[in-house]
């Protein structure tokens, strides 16, 4: 269970436990959702290369596969992914695959999409733009 360390490195041999693969070697994680939470702010470019949910809020540009803006949560700014879902608030550009909108949305962009869901209550200004 305990790692051991030697010449300060880990050893594939020293590691038990569920991290322990077949052969003794370390089994790789799956990625961890990245979560900006209400109360917190950012301002500048965020990167993720899986999925990331904002319920805070973040000014600049979001990268990532999926994104989600929770009810809470604000954008303003640019966003690019493959599948985005606003529940909360976004004022910018965006570029995606799928959009889907939810019901207490309040969107004020111009969003690129090939698919869009939009829940009965979300408010849209802007410009929609099928590629």
């Keep these: 269970m305990f790692r051991k360390f030697k010449n300060n490195k880990l050893s ?14 370390l089994i790789e994680t799956p990625h961890k959702p990245t979560i900006i939470s209400e109360g917190c702010r950012i301002d500048g ?28 949560g604000q954008v303003n700014g640019d966003i690019k992914c493959r599948s985005l879902s606003i529940l909360g608030r976004f004022d910018g550009r965006a570029e ?24 009965l209550g979300a408010v849209i200004q802007g410009e929609l733009v099928l590629r």
């Design 12 to 25: 594939s041999d020293d590691v038990s436990g569920p991290e322990q693969g077949r052969r003794g070697g």
């Design 45 to 72: 470019k965020v990167q993720s290369s899986d999925v990331m949910y904002v319920e805070g809020e973040v000014v600049g540009q979001l990268e990532s596969v999926s994104l989600t803006i929770g009810q809470n």
């Design 96 to 119: 995606c695959d799928e959009l889907s909108l939810g019901s207490h949305a309040v969107v004020n962009a111009t969003l690129h999409y090939k698919q869009l869901k939009a829940a």
